[in-house]
């Protein structure tokens, strides 16, 4: 069973980047697709981006295209959201997830997940 820990949240204002980051442990990376995901208050957690087991496929979610880039190093067994950009409404608890590499890449749903890092934009 895979882990998964989150770090490089924090607290910035509108306009401002951050370099999210996952790194797994238990299993190697490169037998799974991940995703991010993220939890504003009040709301229910909503789809950000996934990137397939070997970085060839990604794809994000329209609110954060040309803003946000997720990636992987394998040999890292770490997965990365670049968020440029940032806006208030990218409020919110961000989590990793992952599922095996051989279920379906396009299916939301996951089974292994983080506890999430919390990044907050000010305007």
């Known amino acids: 069973q895979v882990q998964l820990v989150e770090s490089g949240g924090g607290l910035l204002q509108a306009g401002g980047s951050l370099r999210l980051s996952c790194r797994a442990s238990g299993r190697t990376l490169r037998n799974y697709h991940m995703s991010w995901f993220r939890q504003a208050p009040g709301k229910e957690r909503e789809f950000v981006a996934a990137?397939?087991?070997?970085?060839?496929?990604?794809y994000v979610t329209d609110s954060v295209k040309g803003r946000f880039t997720i990636s992987r190093d394998n040999a890292l067994n770490t997965m990365y959201l670049q968020m440029n950009n940032l806006k208030p409404e990218d409020t919110g608890v961000h989590y990793c997830?992952?599922?095996?590499?051989?279920?379906?890449?396009?299916?939301?749903?996951?089974?292994?997940w983080g506890q999430g890092t919390q990044v907050t934009v000010s305007s």
């Open positions: 990137i397939n087991w070997n970085g060839a496929s990604t």
């Open positions: 997830a992952a599922k095996e590499a051989f279920r379906n890449y396009v299916d939301p749903e996951y089974n292994y």
